[in-house]
């Protein structure tokens, strides 16, 4: 017990704790082990068409590049490696973000060791400190913006509204949405958020309540007027503000799907009578049970224990902070529901941004949990908790090496030595891998009728494989499902 109040006591320091996060965080892209997402390797690739200054070739990958621009741009200014250079932006990015969350506790909660608590919730948490902040993502430019406003935010209502924390909060919210479209949500947002529920006195100086209010306005306008007018040659230019006004449509198309019949039959004929009498309930019923599960599942047991003790015995948080906290959380939320609603598409990485803030209420319950005697009734609990953190703990920096057949057939394809002869089908990563640089990879022959003498195809239905006429299997890899085959033509060259 000794041994732990020491620790406490050291990482009770924003700077201490944040510097144990970052070195488990380098921990964690280390353990990657050269490995890359396929977000990623697109990223990279459009990465190198800019830094080459073939800017029409890379917006054509992907509109929305400040990610693979800052890539670039590190990539020119130091000469490393792309994908080094874009995991020091991540961590860069991540290390922001990280800084203003334990900033943020630090500013609302006055409690001795919220810091440490703060920093250890963090730490154990594995869907952010093991499965994503070792890729190479554009998320983190969100996490920090974020992070970085709602700091700003809370500066901003307890310094009776001042016009350079408006400013920041926004410009903050603004550099999120840089990185992912999400974050301007907020810069709309939270302006009728304000109207609605903060009270303060200032709102009596009508002018200087209506000022403070507009300001997000004229951060919107030069934003849009930026993005239309940002050119890199005469046919092609940044148009970011495109990407904002799709948020209009995907609320329409939301509404669609929620009235429109899931596309599920079965013989049963009662059963079609009911699924298509009630496509709202069994739409919502079906779809948002999937996202609960999605959201505790990614929260997992630690948080849920949190999450109930919260419910049980309440906060150390007075209202007034928690509500801009439940109002983040709930607009987050709401976007990735709207998105998994039109696309039927759900992944752990959407939830990260709300996972933050739902932290952020946490960390105060799990510093009760342990320092206050109304909290500690419980012993069991206590040891519950103290269990499942060095479990996450011990997850995050021992990770176990994972059989991945994109790196295995990478290497093999490097041992083959064969570039110019072969057509590569969803295998991009295994080019990758071996060691084909980032010009022959965007050189790589498609996957048409007309292939070389080599064809690798990557699958995660292995079932499903019909091979090419004409080719012998020549090696494979599998794993769970996931293949990697080598075809050789029949007749083809030694």
Not at 118 to 136: K, N, Q, R, T
Not at 431 to 446: D, E, K, R, T, V
Request: with cysteine.
């Amino acid at each position: 017990m000794r041994y732990f109040s020491i620790i406490k006591d050291r990482l009770s320091t924003l700077w201490s704790m944040w510097f144990v996060i970052m070195f488990i965080s380098i921990w964690s892209v280390l353990n990657q082990d050269g490995s890359i997402n396929r977000d990623g390797l697109l990223y990279l690739k459009q990465a190198y068409l800019i830094s080459e200054g073939n800017w029409k070739e890379g917006l054509e990958l992907f509109d929305w590049p400040l990610f693979s621009m800052l890539i670039a741009l590190f990539h020119k200014i130091t000469n490393i490696h792309l994908q080094f250079a874009a995991h020091v932006i991540d961590l860069a990015l991540f290390g922001i973000a990280s800084y203003y969350y334990l900033k943020t506790l630090q500013l609302i909660s006055q409690q001795k060791y919220i810091i440490f608590y703060a920093g250890l919730i963090l730490l154990s948490f594995i869907p952010i400190m093991d499965d994503y902040v070792g890729m190479i993502l554009r998320d983190p430019g969100l996490w920090a913006g974020c992070m970085a406003g709602t700091y700003f935010y809370f500066k901003y209502i307890t310094h009776n509204c001042t016009i350079k924390y408006n400013l920041l909060w926004q410009f903050s919210f603004m550099m999120a949405g840089a990185f992912r479209p999400e974050g301007l949500v907020f810069i709309i947002a939270i302006p009728l958020f304000n109207i609605f529920f903060v009270k303060n006195k200032f709102k009596k100086k009508f002018f200087k309540f209506i000022l403070n209010q507009i300001l997000f306005l004229l951060l919107v306008c030069f934003y849009f007027f930026i993005s239309k007018n940002i050119t890199v040659d005469s046919e092609s230019s940044i148009e970011p503000a495109g990407r904002l006004v799709e948020f209009g449509p995907r609320i329409f198309s939301f509404f669609k799907q929620i009235s429109s019949p899931l596309p599920i039959f079965t013989e049963h004929e009662f059963l079609n009578i009911l699924l298509q009498n009630n496509p709202v309930m069994i739409t919502v019923a079906f779809l948002g049970s999937l996202f609960l599960i999605k959201v505790f599942k990614g929260l997992g047991m630690l948080n849920f224990i949190l999450i109930c003790t919260f419910l049980r015995k309440g906060s150390k948080l007075t209202k007034q902070q928690l509500l801009p906290l439940y109002f983040f959380i709930t607009i987050s939320l709401s976007l990735v529901f709207i998105e998994f609603f039109n696309h039927f598409v759900l992944t752990d990485r959407y939830f990260i941004l709300s996972f933050f803030w739902i932290l952020v209420v946490l960390s105060p319950v799990l510093h009760s949990l342990f320092e206050l005697d109304f909290y500690k009734e419980n012993k069991l609990l206590n040891y519950l908790v103290v269990i499942l953190i060095i479990i996450f703990l011990i997850n995050v920096l021992i990770d176990k090496k994972r059989y991945d057949v994109e790196i295995k057939a990478g290497e093999f394809l490097k041992q083959l030595q064969i570039v110019e002869d072969v057509t590569l089908i969803n295998s991009d990563r295994i080019a990758y891998y071996a060691g084909f640089s980032m010009q022959q990879i965007l050189n790589l022959p498609s996957a048409t009728l007309d292939y070389q003498d080599w064809v690798v195809l990557y699958t995660k239905d292995k079932l499903n494989i019909i091979k090419p006429i004409g080719y012998d299997t020549f090696k494979s890899f599998e794993h769970k499902g996931q293949a990697v085959f080598f075809y050789k033509k029949e007749n083809a060259k030694e």
